[in-house]
């Protein structure tokens, strides 16, 4: 079974590179990654050939990204990681034992990076309840066998909750599995809006989204704006040394 994951990224490539690193030290290793770059820059492109990633530019919001992921990674098992994450080392070897053991896919618990403070705890345990209860984020490395992503949704091509659809559809399908071990996730956000304002704003966006307010709306409310579409690009792939495919742009 071949592992793949699959990074949306815009602009981040600092980001990137301490997580294309640690990714390249899994144990198991990855068979794959598929960088998908929503700003078409060279300098990602560079770092995803260094790196012996599959580099596809696309300026499209982040949903667009994601799709665009899963349609160009050739893995059984698809494992979607934002940029500025740090994935636990066990991370891969814990997708591996929950997929053999019955799971079309699951997501793992959300760790804020940096000290940790009552803030950051606390809403680490509300977004575990939600997470639980409701629906996980992109945001928490989600996971899912390509035959199950298949005959699902998949991430709705929309401005936010995206991943909303798939999620839902695989909790109805089979076990979706909330694995113990943290994914760290820049807190970045919360500490540019003030964390009970970026809290209450997501809260208030979801509150919306269930009923029934459309997902554009919840975005200019949110200050999220689309990116327009790039000119075609054709796509040139060269073999890496370590054996992935690698677009040199």
Request: charged content about 25%.
């Amino acid at each position: 079974m071949r592992f793949g994951a699959i990074i949306p990224t815009v602009d981040d490539e600092p980001a990137l590179h301490r997580l294309l690193t640690r990714l390249a030290d899994s144990r198991p290793p990855l068979d794959e990654i598929v960088v998908v770059d929503g700003a078409a820059s060279a300098v990602c492109a560079l770092a995803c050939r260094a790196a012996g990633a599959f580099w596809v530019p696309a300026r499209t919001g982040r949903a667009g990204l994601l799709a665009l992921g899963a349609a160009h990674c050739r893995a059984d098992v698809l494992w979607f990681l934002p940029a500025d994450c740090e994935p636990h080392a066990d991370a891969l070897a814990a997708i591996r034992h929950s997929i053999d053991a019955g799971a079309i896919g699951g997501y793992f618990r959300f760790r804020f990076a940096g000290p940790r403070t009552l803030a950051k705890r606390l809403l680490e345990q509300c977004i575990a309840w939600r997470s639980r209860h409701g629906s996980a984020r992109d945001d928490q490395g989600i996971f899912v066998t390509r035959s199950a992503y298949a005959s699902s949704p998949g991430f709705t091509l929309q401005p936010v909750f995206a991943e909303i659809a798939l999620v839902r559809a695989l909790k109805r399908t089979g076990r979706f599995a909330a694995l113990d071990l943290p994914i760290t996730v820049s807190p970045r956000r919360w500490e540019r809006d003030g964390y009970l304002r970026r809290t209450l704003a997501n809260r208030a966006l979801a509150l919306f989204f269930a009923f029934g307010v459309a997902p554009a709306t919840l975005a200019r409310w949110d200050g999220t704006r689309a990116r327009p579409a790039p000119p075609r690009r054709r796509a040139r792939r060269g073999r890496s040394n370590n054996g992935h495919e690698a677009h040199k742009g």
